[in-house]
T-cell receptor, first 113, second 115 residues
Framework: EAQVTQNPRYLITVTGKKLTVTCSQN?????MSWYRQDPGLGLRQIYY???????DKGDVPEGYKVSRKEKRNFPLILESPSPNQTSLYFC????????????FGPGTRLLVL | AQTVTQSQPEMSVQEAETVTLSCTYD???????LFWYKQPPSRQMILVIR??????QNATENRFSVNFQKAAKSFSLKISDSQLGDAAMYFC????????????FGTGTRLTIIP
C-alpha cells in the first residue's frame, strides 16, 4: 500500500529537549515536504526536498532542521523545541514537483511544555 | 512574497446544492499553479483540483470546478451536488512554476454539509 508514515503520532516534550519526527514514504517519490498546521494560520511549509541531499527552506524554517540522506526518509529535527513549536505537523511526498498530487502522512501532534 | 487568502473560515450548504469557496492570491509571477486541497477529519490532504495559470480554461474534476480569474487573482472552487462526504476543510494553495518548489497555503475553509 502506497503511504507516508510519520512517527510518533503524538508527542509531549519539554522546552529544549531535542526531538526528531520521522517520515518515510514507500512510493519512490523524489519530492518531500514538512508542514505545520495551526488554527487560524492554516498550513505553512517548513522545509522541502527535491531529492537526496537537496533541501530548501519553506515559509517557516526557523527552529527546524531536516536531512535527506535516503530517498524514502525525510526526518524533521527540533534541536531545542520551544512552546511556539506546539503544532500539528504533516509530512508529504509527491512524485513530481511539490504541489502536485501530494500524499500526506497522518500527522504528528506535538506539545512543547 | 506570495500570499493566499481564504476569507470564509466556515461555509455550509444543503446536501445536493451547490457551494462556492473563495480564494484570492497575490503574486508578481505570471507562470504558476493553483490548487485546492481537501482535508477530511482523517487529516489526510487530498488534491481536489489543479489549475495552471497559463491555461485560460477552468479546470474541472467531476463535481468540482474552478473559476480562475487571473487578472483579479481569484481562484474559487465550486462544488456541485454537494454530498455528505464533501464535509471537510478546504485549502487553496499556490506554487510558482518549476524552479521554486515552495507551496503556500491559505488558512482554510471548513465546509459543513447539511442533510
Amino acid at each position: 500500500e502506497a503511504q507516508v508514515t510519520q512517527n510518533p503520532r503524538y508527542l509531549i516534550t519539554v522546552t529544549g529537549k531535542k526531538l526528531t519526527v520521522t517520515c518515510s514514504q514507500n512510493m519512490n517519490h523524489e519530492y518531500m515536504s514538512w508542514y505545520r498546521q495551526d488554527p487560524g494560520l492554516g498550513l505553512r511549509q517548513i522545509y522541502y526536498s527535491m531529492n537526496v541531499e537537496v533541501t530548501d527552506k519553506g515559509d517557516v524554517p526557523e527552529g527546524y532542521k531536516v536531512s535527506r540522506k535516503e530517498k524514502r526518509n525525510f526526518p524533521l529535527i527540533l534541536e531545542s523545541p520551544s512552546p511556539n513549536q506546539t503544532s500539528l505537523y504533516f509530512c508529504a511526498s509527491s512524485l513530481l514537483a511539490i504541489g502536485e498530487t501530494q500524499y500526506f502522512g497522518p500527522g504528528t501532534r506535538l506539545l512543547v511544555l | 512574497a506570495q500570499t493566499v487568502t481564504q476569507s470564509q473560515p466556515e461555509m455550509s450548504v444543503q446536501e445536493a446544492e451547490t457551494v462556492t469557496l473563495s480564494c484570492t492570491y497575490d503574486t508578481s509571477e505570471s507562470d504558476y499553479y493553483l490548487f485546492w486541497y481537501k482535508q477530511p477529519p482523517s487529516r489526510q490532504m487530498i488534491l481536489v483540483i489543479r489549475q495552471e495559470a497559463y491555461k485560460q480554461q477552468n479546470a474541472t474534476e467531476n463535481r468540482f470546478s474552478v473559476n480562475f480569474q487571473k487578472a483579479a487573482k481569484s481562484f474559487s472552487l465550486k462544488i456541485s451536488d454537494s454530498q455528505l462526504g464533501d464535509a471537510a476543510m478546504y485549502f487553496c494553495a499556490y506554487r510558482i512554476n518549476f524552479g521554486n518548489e515552495k507551496l503556500t497555503f491559505g488558512t482554510g475553509t471548513r465546509l459543513t454539509i447539511i442533510p
